[in-house]
C-alpha cells in the first residue's frame, strides 16, 4: 500500500539543482508527487509510494555527506507522513 510524505528542505537549496536533483531520485525510485521551491528558500517535495522507497529518498536527502551529488547544502528537512492521494501518476518538479 502506497504512503504519502510531504518533506521541507531547509538550507542552500534553491538555484543549485536540487529540485531536480530530488525528481532524479523519485524517478529511480518509482515515486509520485512533486518538487518545488516555495518562499524562505525552501524545497517542498510531496512522495507517495511504497514506505521503504519513500524512506530512501528521506535518507538521500539527511545525508550529511552526499554520495549522490546532492547539489546545495540541507540544513534541516521536516517530514511527515500523510494519507495517500488518488490520481498521481508521475513525479515533476516545478
Do not use: K, S
Amino acid at each position: 500500500m502506497d504512503e504519502r510524505v510531504m518533506i521541507l528542505v531547509r538550507g542552500h537549496v534553491q538555484d543549485v539543482g536540487f529540485v531536480w536533483w530530488a525528481r532524479r531520485w523519485a524517478h529511480q525510485l518509482r515515486l509520485t508527487g512533486y518538487a518545488r521551491e516555495i518562499n524562505g528558500g525552501q524545497v517542498e517535495i510531496m512522495a507517495q509510494g511504497p514506505r521503504e522507497q519513500l524512506l530512501q529518498l528521506m535518507q538521500l536527502i539527511h545525508e550529511p555527506q552526499t554520495t549522490t551529488r546532492r547539489p546545495g547544502r540541507v540544513v534541516d528537512a521536516q517530514c511527515r507522513f500523510e494519507a495517500p492521494v488518488e490520481g498521481l501518476y508521475a513525479f515533476h518538479a516545478a
